[in-house]
Nanobody
Framework: QVQLVESGGGSVQAGGSLRLSCAAS????????MGWFRQAPGKEREFVAA????????YYADSVKGRFTISRDNAKNSVYLQMNSLRPEDTAVYYC????????????????WGQGTQVTVSS
C-alpha cells in the first residue's frame, strides 16, 4: 500500500507562484511513475504533469507548459510541482498520483491517489 500526502496549496494572486509537494510512503517509490492532476469545480479531472521513475523524462499539459515544472527527489520519497505565472484558470484541487507499473502515468493507470490540495488563484 502506498500513501500519498500533498501539501503546499493555498491562495495566490494571478502571476504568483506556489510549490506543491507530495510525500509518498513505500520502499519502492523510486520505481514509480508519478504525476499531478487537477479538478476544477464542475469539470472533469485533467492531467497536469508527469515524471518517469528516474526523473529523466517529464510531460506537461499544453495549458501549463512553460509555467509549471515537475520534479522528484527519490531520496526523500517526494515529488514536486513548481507553479509559476499562475492564472485564475489554474484554480482547482491538485492531486498527486503514483503508477507502480507504467513508465508514464495516466489517470487511467494510476494505482494510488493523494487526498488533494486546493489551489486558488484570484485575478
Amino acid at each position: 500500500q502506498v500513501q500519498l500526502v500533498e501539501s503546499g496549496g493555498g491562495s495566490v494572486q494571478a502571476g504568483g507562484s506556489l510549490r506543491l509537494s507530495c510525500a509518498a510512503s513505500g520502499r519502492t517509490f523510486s520505481s514509480y511513475a508519478m504525476g499531478w492532476f487537477r479538478q476544477a469545480p464542475g469539470k472533469e479531472r485533467e492531467f497536469v504533469a508527469a515524471i518517469t521513475w528516474s526523473g529523466a523524462n517529464t510531460y506537461y499539459a499544453d495549458s501549463v507548459k512553460g509555467r509549471f515544472t515537475i520534479s522528484r527527489d527519490n531520496a526523500k520519497n517526494s515529488v514536486y510541482l513548481q507553479m509559476n505565472s499562475l492564472r485564475p484558470e489554474d484554480t482547482a484541487v491538485y492531486y498527486c498520483a503514483a503508477d507502480t507499473a507504467s513508465r508514464r502515468i495516466r489517470a487511467s493507470t494510476a494505482d494510488y491517489w493523494g487526498q488533494g490540495t486546493q489551489v486558488t488563484v484570484s485575478s
